[in-house]
């Protein structure tokens, strides 16, 4: 039997979300059912919401940066109880049989991972996402939130943490390797975060120095200005990784010309339009210009558990429900330190 839980949604690309409901699946054997306390508003929600990725399917309700307590579970279930702190992040289903998916990495599935909102799922409706007040997900995509980790402040660690964990891992972030970050906002504080616990020298590429003090407060050893003429030529050939977290259309040459011999660069930001890049700035001396996605169930399991170790978490503002559109101007704006979480009780009244 079908629940209804309530919701904020997007009725058209130009409306701004209104209080609706969207309808939740009974739970099935191998499912979970979550009573959501907290959701984190992603910049990717506004690109989808506002269809300028195009495809997306109306009415809409966004967010995949969930955190919540289980309230069912299926006969079949044998990970989660009634009761524990769970997490859903960017990806509800997949194959769960081709090479990605067996090797762990279920967010490169070969037939399409299935987002956790604007997508199909495997019984033909569209998901609706976080911005609402339950949720039913299958066992295998639901993580568990370690206790010292608080329910809010985790919430944006189900994407923005763990889109920047999992590439700081893969290019193996650590001691004696310096790191930049382009852009210090929801997923760029994290990637400080992350890559000074990890060990590396951690250096942040900004638009300006507004935001230096916290910077160096969350890791970095260095803070640059992008818009002083001087930086550039600062940091000429001085990373061996740089991580680009920002949504904007960058000169990707004038960065890659910041990377060591066999540095790479790493675009995890979505900007709306293409991206040019000479072929030369990468061929001389041996760069690389790379991308990465969120990560697998396994390695964001393992990412909640490295920040509640090293006792990291995302800084956030919380707002209400009714104040999302705001929220959406103001993220657009850069306007946030560092990320905006929705308190869903806001929906129950």
């Known amino acids: 039997m079908t629940t209804t839980a309530v919701a904020y949604a997007a009725p058209s690309a130009k409306a701004p ?4 409901t969207v309808s939740r699946r009974a739970v099935g054997p191998h499912d979970v059912a979550i009573d959501i306390a907290f959701a ?3 910049h990717s929600d506004i690109h989808t919401v506002r269809d300028e990725w195009g495809e997306a399917h109306y009415p809409l309700t966004p967010g995949h940066e969930i955190s919540g307590v289980v309230t069912a579970v299926g006969g079949s279930v044998a990970s989660f109880a009634v009761g524990d702190r769970v997490g859903v992040g960017v990806m509800v289903d997949s194959c769960r049989q081709c090479d990605a998916c067996a090797d762990g990495e279920e967010q490169y599935c070969e037939q399409g991972m299935v987002g956790t909102y604007n997508d199909r799922g495997r019984d033909g409706d569209i998901t609706q996402g976080g911005y609402s007040t339950a949720i039913v997900v299958d066992e295998n995509y639901v993580l568990r939130i370690p206790d010292n980790l608080d329910l809010d402040v985790a919430a944006p660690l189900l994407c923005a943490g763990i889109t920047v964990y999992s590439p700081l891992k893969h290019w193996g972030a650590g001691t004696g390797k310096r790191v930049a970050v382009i852009g210090l906002g929801g997923l760029g504080h994290m990637a400080v975060k992350f890559a000074a616990a990890m060990g590396a020298e951690v250096t942040v590429l900004s638009q300006s120095l507004s935001k230096k003090q916290d910077g160096l407060r969350m890791g970095a050893t260095h803070y640059y200005a992008t818009s002083d003429p001087e930086t550039f030529p600062a940091c000429h050939r001085s990373f061996d990784l740089i991580i680009n977290t920002v949504s904007a259309n960058l000169n990707l040459d004038t960065y890659l010309k910041l990377l060591a011999r066999n540095g790479t660069l790493v675009e995890v930001g979505l900007p709306e339009h293409p991206m040019d890049v000479k072929a030369g700035s990468l ?5 690389s210009l790379a991308g990465s996605m969120i990560g697998g169930i396994a390695e964001t399991q393992e990412m909640l ?7 990291l978490a995302s800084e956030i503002e919380t707002i209400d429900a009714e104040q999302i559109n705001e929220a959406y101007d103001r993220v657009v704006a850069s306007d946030v330190r560092f990320r905006f979480v929705i308190d869903i009780d806001s929906l129950r009244n």
């Open 40 to 42: 984190g508003i992603c």
């Open 283 to 287: 061929i001389n001396p041996r760069v």
């Open 305 to 311: 558990d490295f920040a509640a170790q090293h006792g």
């Open 17 to 20: 979300l209104e209080k609706t």
